[in-house]
């Protein structure tokens, strides 16, 4: 029998915890950020969304852990464990900011995705909101992989978490888009959060293997994948990419133009 460090069973515990969710602390969250604080005129002068702002009181409720200037940077919050960025936009706007902090302490990624979403549309000249209509779009954390890419040489990094949370949205838009209905390349006003429905977390490389499905067989292509994990053919490459890269999977062989890859 090998024992684990303790190290790394302080690691596997702390993945657990924040795995499971806070109903009753998210909802304090919103009320907090859209009742308080909006009324205060506080959030939007720094270009803040509500999206961010709710995720970043939620993880962390006391304000004066919030914005702390490290180096030439600020992190969204500081604590004694470590540094937390809560990331709503590109991923590239963090590699930077995040090399820098990777070498400083822990740092866990927090990056909100889509629940269910519902739509509502912004008349920008006479302000009328439609009413809201629910998104067919369902969301994973697939959804994650086109930003992690954009990471994927710091996904390998020991000061580095990743935390994929799911939350229900309403989403306002401008009617401001260049197709007939305005809708097609409009504008994104805000989402404001209504309740918190998943949370995923990864510690290290080798919990990446979770987008790799339990059932796909030993050895398997990015076609394999991309049927057993029902996503798109590119989203299944980009995945594979990724967890080569960390060292979660590996190259044993080829089909024609294909890899074939199997789990390390």
Request: hydrophobic share 35%.
């Amino acid at each position: 029998m090998s024992w684990l460090t303790f190290t790394q069973l302080y690691d596997i515990i702390q993945c657990m915890e924040t795995s499971s969710y806070d109903k009753k602390g998210f909802a304090v969250a919103c009320e907090s950020v859209m009742y308080s604080a909006r009324e205060q005129k506080q959030i939007g002068t720094l270009g803040e969304k509500t999206l961010h702002a709710v995720v970043k009181h939620y993880i962390e409720p006391d304000d004066s852990k919030h914005e702390i200037r490290i180096g030439p940077f600020f992190a969204d919050i500081v604590t004694d464990s470590g540094i937390i960025e809560v990331q709503t936009r590109s991923f590239n706007n963090l590699r930077k900011k995040l090399k820098e902090f990777l070498e400083l302490a822990p740092v866990t990624v927090v990056y909100p995705l889509p629940g269910t979403k519902w739509l509502l549309w912004i008349d920008g000249q006479t302000g009328e909101v439609t009413k809201k209509r629910k998104s067919p779009k369902r969301y994973s954390v697939y959804d994650a992989i086109g930003e992690l890419y954009k990471i994927r040489p710091l996904l390998s990094h020991p000061n580095m978490r990743l935390r994929i949370i799911f939350i229900d949205i309403e989403e306002y838009r401008y009617l401001d888009g260049w197709s007939k209905d305005r809708k097609k390349g409009s504008t994104r006003c805000d989402r404001i959060p209504k309740d918190i429905v998943g949370d995923v977390c990864f510690c290290s490389p080798a919990d990446y293997i979770r987008f790799i499905p339990d059932d796909l067989r030993s050895r398997f292509t990015s076609k394999d994948l991309k049927i057993a994990a029902k996503i798109n053919l590119h989203t299944a490459q980009t995945v594979l990419n990724i967890l080569h890269h960390i060292g979660t999977v590996r190259r044993v062989d080829k089909q024609g133009n294909l890899y074939v890859y199997e789990r390390q």
